[in-house]
């Protein structure tokens, strides 16, 4: 992602930075789990009660959407 290089950034860390401050929702970068170079993902882990889930994946479907058509 171009913004992401122009903060000096890995992708995936700007997904989750952004993703905290817009959606009040904690994930955390693949690079910081030993993933591979320009393979970006996000690591998940679900400490809310099931009925939150679904919140949860809202929220990250709509950022994904905003954050894809901001960039695209």
Same mark, same amino acid.
């Given at each position: 992602?171009? /913004?992401s290089q122009m903060l000096g950034v890995e992708? #995936?860390?700007?997904?989750?930075?952004?993703?905290?401050?817009?959606? /009040?929702?904690?994930? /955390?970068?693949?690079?910081?789990? /030993?993933? #591979? #170079?320009?393979?970006?993902?996000? @690591?998940i882990c679900v400490l809310a009660p099931p %009925? %939150?889930?679904?919140?949860?994946?809202? @929220?990250? @479907?709509?950022?994904?959407? @905003?954050?894809?058509?901001?960039?695209?």
């Open positions: 992602c171009v /913004g992708p #995936d860390v700007l997904f989750c930075q952004r993703f905290l401050e817009e959606e /009040g929702v904690c994930v /955390g970068p693949g690079c910081e789990n /030993g993933q #591979d #170079d320009d393979n970006f993902h996000i @690591r %009925a %939150a889930l679904e919140e949860v994946l809202t @929220r990250l @479907r709509s950022f994904h959407l @905003r954050l894809l058509s901001s960039c695209c």
